[in-house]
């Protein structure tokens, strides 16, 4: 059974400051990874897709890598900035689930203050 | 439609009572998901469909849960006989099809409340 754990569960952190945050998952047959952003009572915004050919993925201040073989992703945020407050989530495609699900971890939910 | 719709926003629920939660997907996403997120978790899988199969309810918690899609289009999610422990939001997910390339676009979520 797949299993996601996101770490840390919380992190906060002054702006400008460069952070990671790392995922791991249990069964490396994965067919993607996705990390999501989540604000207070609101739904997912999708950030970065890493099919499990690729080895990272980028979008503006965001990098996302992934490590299929040793069951890790990282998200690297630059230059961190207040309006970065949010949880952030990790789920992953495949392995072990049939295919069809996606599995999330907890989240590690993040606050930059100003 | 430009994204995922969920209705209602927000519904509190009288213990023992049925509801019905609404999800319209992206126009010509073929693959719909539910989920149940409770507070501080991630989203919990409760069933997929492709098109109007559902392909997978493993994650329904109870046969208080149902889940359909006759037309390939909106779905809805019932809850039947509602406790306490169905509090959560239900999200809604929708994608272009069952390829692995695509990923999800979430909807805002029903606020469940069982009081």
């Known amino acids: 059974k797949q299993e996601v754990t996101q770490i840390p569960a919380a992190l906060s952190v002054p702006e400008g400051e460069n952070l990671v945050l790392n995922c791991s998952f249990t069964?490396?047959?994965?067919?993607?990874l996705q990390w999501f952003r989540q604000d207070p009572g609101k739904g997912l915004t999708s950030l970065l897709l890493?099919?499990?050919?690729?080895r990272e993925q980028t979008s503006g201040r965001l990098n996302a890598s992934l490590d299929k073989s040793s069951g890790r992703s990282t998200l690297y945020i630059a230059a961190s900035q207040p309006g970065d407050s949010a949880t952030y989530l990790c789920?992953?495609?495949?392995?072990?689930?049939?295919?069809?699900?996606?599995?999330f971890g907890a989240g590690t939910r993040l606050f930059v203050k100003a | 439609g430009a994204g995922v719709s969920q209705s209602p926003r927000y519904k509190v629920a009288k213990r023992g009572q049925d509801v019905a939660l609404r999800c319209d997907p992206i126009?010509?996403?073929?693959?719909l998901f539910w989920y149940q997120q409770a507070l501080g978790q991630g989203p919990e899988f409760l069933t997929y469909?492709?098109?109007?199969?559902?392909?997978?309810k493993s994650g329904l918690p109870s046969d208080r849960f149902f889940a359909e899609r006759p037309e390939g289009s909106v779905s809805t999610l019932k809850i039947q006989r509602t406790q306490q422990e169905d509090s959560a939001v239900y999200l809604c997910a929708s994608s272009l099809n069952g390829g692995t390339n695509y990923g999800y676009t979430f909807g805002s979520g029903t606020r469940l409340t069982v009081v």
């Open positions: 890493i099919q499990s050919s690729q």
């Open positions: 126009s010509g996403h073929v693959s």
């Open positions: 469909f492709q098109n109007e199969a559902q392909l997978d």
């Open positions: 069964d490396s047959a994965i067919y993607n």
């Open positions: 789920a992953v495609r495949g392995g072990g689930t049939g295919g069809f699900k996606t599995i």
